[in-house]
């Protein structure tokens, strides 16, 4: 049998998109019935960490952050050394884990690994703001470790005032396993203290969404006004301030409103009031 191999070829000047269509097979191969496209994602590993060790660098800490957005509570900072020996399996960002897993991962990091937390209050968030108040938290987490690193990660672009080398991962708990541990230690740690905070200001929920800016949350600040926990300069908690307890509101002086202006002049001065100026 003698196949035209012609039909195969382009003809000469044909577009390209044409001639990518005749290269193309007449149907494409189907997925699998019920199999959808399904993008992994890599967990953190121990690689940075490894490579530093190999170095002599040792020890060498993980840090980050939990509660930066929510409009109540603290912003919890943990630090973490973990032992190269004994790394509890499963490790990864926070946000990628459900609460069970994270209890159960707190409770093996803690177990295995030097940790150390630190806490900034709604206080000092409302007095430094909520940039500085996080990396003042990360840095004393840092600082609280029980043996100094020489060597830290923290998660973020901002890099700490530290003693040691410090090195600023974006993404970090996703991509550092010692910053991924630590986003676990800071994140269980600010949970159980929102929800022994709801025991006190029943009716915020916070046991709930932990103090995020919620539908549920909004309403409550709505209804009842913040708490002393609650942060003052958040846009909807300065608003439930104002609305409830409008007496500790500062009124705002309008420097564009022009009232009751004098003009004194001298004896012998002319103004010369001409169409023309």
Partial sequence: MIRDKSARKP???APKEDAAKQAAPAK????????KGVI??????FRRERALIKRGVW???????????PLAGPVVAAAVILDPDRIPRGIDDSKRLTAEERERLFDKICATAQVSVAVASPARIDRDNILRASLW???RAVVALPQPPQHVFVDGRDRLD???DCEAVIGGDGIVLSIA????????TRDRLMCALAQDCPGYGFEQHKGYA???HLDALDRLGPTVHHRSFFAPVAAARAKHMPWTVEPVQDLFSVTDVEVQLEAGVEIDASPGL
Avoid: F, N
């Fill in 214 to 216: 919620v539908p549920e």
């Fill in 162 to 164: 530290t003693a040691c």
């Fill in 59 to 69: 020890p060498v800490a993980g840090c980050d952050e939990a509660g930066r957005g």
């Fill in 40 to 45: 992994a994602i890599a967990p953190p590993s």
């Fill in 137 to 139: 938290a990360l840095k």
């Fill in 181 to 188: 541990a630590a986003s676990i230690v800071a994140k269980v």
């Fill in 28 to 35: 494409a191969a189907k997925a699998p019935a019920g199999k």
């Fill in 11 to 13: 003809a000469k000047g």
